[in-house]
């Protein structure tokens, strides 16, 4: 798998504040959509959006766009050698995702394991096919619709081999527990509507009450979702928090600010979440974001935050923005690294979201293009399920809050025994699921 297919775009929902009243915001830039859907005027149309309001417009490679056939073979020609992330999609699949937190699919992730010959489950969404057949994190697929798992994972990988299929077609999954013999269920494709908080338990140990949430992504859905967790953190007064990111590759901004702002509380308001910078073009629509002030708001000194490499854009926003205020002791391994994000121009029933911006702290803290580095290491470990104090992260996280070190035990070597199954050719989170 190629390393650009775990990266996920970050869109804001304000505009840039300030500039004189002549000049376009970088949100809208000067390029107008193509008057015809033409191939050639839709390539024109990119080319233009990418010397515009693209973040690296001035490092664009020089290139004849009539010597490419589709726009996204226009777009890769165009990006900036340091650019992984900028992507075209279309446009219904990009509102249905952030917008109303639907995507078409089965509705869980899996991984793949260290032997090749079976997906493990990751996740699953409650209201989704795979969550109303009572999967679990932790279960395995040998096979679908009777080819092994081991053949799907040496070819194109399983969100391929699900590709061809349409809301209401079935597909036949051999699945089973990590202990139990497995056996063929039939799910049927539909509309799934994700529940971004995966998780929100209280942990009680000898020392400590935790709270633990584990999110998927950032979306409209994710604001409440949370509060409503940090409800429950209130209510059991806990004095330790874990935030698991590990798959969460981002999202909209203004939902990771909320997120952070739960968490900070009095440590964070009054100041600002996050600034957003622009090219030499549009400096006067740089713009800062502020944290907010809920009254429900954890207000916690310190936050464990459990990540991998898929742990991408608007997560990493989180961490680091809640960095100069908050102790932020990070548990897993190193982020993607994309400190960038977009804002998206649409055209002919798609959209083009090349990056537009980047995001630094309150401090002006945010150039970790080589990701964020984790405090002690650890893997992902699928043989338990979220919050289990026995699962490895978790069990490194409480390890710490009883220590103020690292276990001595070296799991470096283990954390790539399992690799996250991201299609080649997608890079939004409804990619990432099948």
């Known amino acids: 798998m190629k390393n650009t297919a775990l990266n996920v775009l970050v869109i804001i929902l304000f505009s840039g504040c300030g500039g004189s009243s002549n000049e376009a915001g970088v949100g809208q830039g000067i390029v107008a959509q193509p008057q015809s859907c033409d191939i050639n005027s839709q390539k024109q149309f990119i080319f233009d959006v990418m010397h515009d309001t693209y973040l690296w417009f001035d490092q664009i490679p020089s290139v004849d766009i009539s010597d490419f056939d589709t726009v996204t073979e226009t777009l ?4 900036a050698p340091q650019d992984r ?3 075209i999609n279309s446009k219904a699949a990009n509102d ?3 917008n109303e937190g639907t995507f078409e699919g089965f509705g869980f992730r899996s991984v793949i394991n260290a032997e090749r010959d079976a997906y493990l489950i990751a996740y699953v969404f409650d209201n989704s096919p795979s969550g109303a057949a009572n999967w679990e994190r932790t279960d395995r697929i040998t096979a679908v619709n009777g080819v092994s ?3 799907i994972i040496s070819g194109n990988g399983l969100s391929a081999a699900l ?25 049927t494709k539909a509309l799934v509507t994700m529940n971004t908080v995966l998780i929100s338990e209280v942990v009680q140990t000898q020392s400590q009450t935790i709270g633990y949430i584990a999110l998927s992504s950032f979306i409209e859905n994710t604001s409440n979702e949370f509060s409503d967790a940090i409800d429950s953190m209130n209510a059991a007064n806990i004095n330790e928090l874990v935030l698991d990111l590990r798959y969460n590759g981002g999202g909209r901004v203004i939902a990771s600010r909320n997120v952070a702002s739960y968490i900070g509380g009095d440590n964070t308001k009054d100041f600002d979440y996050n600034k957003t910078l622009h090219n030499r073009k549009y400096t006067s629509s740089n713009s800062s974001n502020a944290f907010q002030d809920f009254s429900n708001a954890l207000d916690i000194s310190r936050i464990y935050v459990l990540t991998t490499a898929s742990t991408c854009s608007a997560s990493e926003l989180v961490m680091n923005s809640l960095s100069p205020f908050v102790e932020v002791i990070q548990i897993g391994g190193t982020t993607c690294g994309k400190p960038v994000g977009m804002y998206g121009k649409e055209f002919c029933d798609q959209i083009i979201l090349p990056i537009e911006f980047q995001s630094v702290n309150h401090n002006d803290e945010g150039d970790y293009f080589d990701g964020l580095f984790a405090d002690c ?5 699928l043989t338990h399920e979220f919050a289990d104090p026995q699962e490895v992260m978790f069990s490194t996280a409480i390890f710490h809050m009883n220590n103020s ?3 001595a035990v ?8 399992l690799t996250i199954e991201i299609p080649d050719n997608g890079w939004l989170p409804q990619r990432q699921v099948n």
């Open 163 to 187: 590709s061809g299929l349409q809301v209401g077609d079935t597909a036949t999954f051999t699945i089973g527990s990590l202990n139990q013999e497995a056996s063929d269920q039939i799910l």
């Open 149 to 151: 798992s081991t053949q």
């Open 405 to 407: 070190n690292c276990p």
């Open 377 to 381: 290491a650890a893997f992902d470990d």
């Open 85 to 87: 992330f900028s992507f």
């Open 76 to 79: 890769n020609a165009l990006r």
């Open 410 to 417: 070296n799991t470096v070597q283990t954390k790539r025994s």
């Open 96 to 98: 249905s995702f952030f």
